[in-house]
Structures are given as C-alpha cells and as structure tokens.
C-alpha cells in the first residue's frame, strides 16, 4: 500500500470546508477506505488545530483532530528530521521539518497544495485531487 504525507492546508481545507474542501473529502474517503496508508506531523496537527480554533471553535477543532488521528498516522520529528531540515535548502523551515519526517518514512507521496515549497525534495508531490484521481483510475503509483 502506498503511503501519503497529508500536509496543514488540505487538513484545514477539509475541516474549515474551505475552497478545495471537496478534494479534502474525496481524500479523506480514500483514507478511510485504506486505499492509501496517511501520515502527518504533530506541527501539522498544531497548526491545523491553531487555524481552526482562531477562526471557529477550539472544542470543534479538537473534535475534528480526535476523529482525523482514528486513520491518519503521526510520523516523529526527531534530532535527525530538525538536523536534515537545518542542512536543507528549503526556503522554509516548517516545510523543511515535514518533508524530512515524510522522508525518513520513506513516504511515497506529499499531499499538499504547497507544491512549490516542497519542489527541492525528491518525495512526489500531489494535490488532494490528484491522488483522489489516481485512485479512482488504479494509475500506477510508483513514486
């Protein structure tokens, strides 16, 4: 089974129901029906957590986050992920720090709408709707 890094703003987009939550959903389901074994980062969870709670309600949020972790996996960010981040020519350190995780786990692909921010990793990079239609066409997922 392939492994997905679901980044903050797809995370927000599904709970905050904002622009791209449709393609949020779509992946969501995909997660939940196992088609595709997600992981995420605490920072993750805590921006997504500090987004939602400013701009809605902070039991909502931590509601949403309880149900969200019974099928998406926290990957660690260690000494080696904040070393390999610190090292790394990303131009933002937060982005940095996901990409590592994700690597280190050998993710196969990156879930996120922050394409350009994650170009100087080797990790594939896809929208929530991309990997939604690789699925529904069984394309050959090979990173």
């Known amino acids: 089974m392939i492994s997905i890094f679901v980044d903050s703003d797809v995370i927000i987009d599904l709970l905050a129901k904002r622009e791209h939550y449709l393609e949020a959903a779509r992946l969501l389901s995909i997660i939940r029906e196992k088609k595709v074994q997600a992981y995420t980062t605490p920072i993750v969870l805590s921006n997504v957590d500090y987004i939602v709670a400013k701009y809605g309600n902070r039991d909502k949020s931590k509601k949403a986050i309880r149900i969200l972790r019974k099928y998406i996996g926290i990957l660690s960010v260690g000494e080696a992920t904040v ?9 933002d350190f937060e982005d940095a720090l996901q990409y590592y995780a994700a690597e280190i786990r050998e993710i196969d692909f990156i879930v996120t709408r922050n394409e350009k921010d994650y170009r100087k990793g080797k990790i ?20």
């Open 83 to 91: 070393d390999s981040a610190l090292e790394s020519s990303f131009a």
């Open 124 to 143: 594939r990079i896809l929208n929530a709707q991309q990997l939604v239609d690789i699925c529904a066409t069984g394309e050959d997922m090979d990173a």
